[in-house]
C-alpha cells in the first residue's frame, strides 16, 4: 500500500488509507506512540489505563472540605417543580 508525506501547516503527515485504519482497528484521533526502530518508522497504539473504582476511591482524601461551589447548590432553595 502507498501513500505520501504530505504538507499539514508547518507540519507533515502520512495519509492513511481507511482500509488500513480498519485493519489496524485505529481510529481518528486515537493517540499514539512513533519511533525508529532499524530505520523503520514504527506507530503503535496508546492505550489509556484503566482504574478500578478502589484505585480513584483511594486517591481521594475523604477529609478534604466539600467545594464552595457544590455546598452552595445543596443549601440553594427550589425553585421549580424539583421539589416535590
Same mark, same amino acid.
Given at each position: 500500500?502507498?501513500?505520501?508525506?504530505?504538507?499539514?501547516?508547518?507540519? %507533515?503527515?502520512?495519509?492513511?488509507?481507511?482500509?488500513?485504519? $480498519?485493519?489496524?482497528?485505529? &481510529?481518528?484521533?486515537? #493517540?499514539?506512540?512513533?519511533?525508529?526502530?532499524?530505520?523503520?518508522?514504527?506507530?503503535?497504539?496508546?492505550?489509556?489505563?484503566?482504574?478500578? %473504582?478502589?484505585?480513584?476511591?483511594?486517591?481521594?482524601?475523604? $477529609?478534604?472540605?466539600?467545594? &464552595?461551589?457544590?455546598? #452552595?447548590?445543596?443549601?440553594?432553595?427550589?425553585?421549580?417543580?424539583?421539589?416535590?
Amino acid at each position: 500500500m502507498e501513500s505520501a508525506i504530505r504538507k499539514l501547516g508547518n507540519s %507533515a503527515g502520512i495519509i492513511l488509507p481507511a482500509a488500513l485504519l $480498519r485493519t489496524l482497528k485505529f &481510529e481518528v484521533g486515537q #493517540a499514539i506512540d512513533i519511533e525508529v526502530v532499524d530505520g523503520r518508522l514504527v506507530v503503535t497504539p496508546k492505550t489509556r489505563k484503566r482504574y478500578t %473504582a478502589a484505585e480513584l476511591n483511594a486517591q481521594c482524601d475523604p $477529609r478534604a472540605p466539600m467545594p &464552595e461551589d457544590i455546598v #452552595a447548590w445543596e443549601h440553594a432553595p427550589a425553585v421549580g417543580s424539583e421539589a416535590l
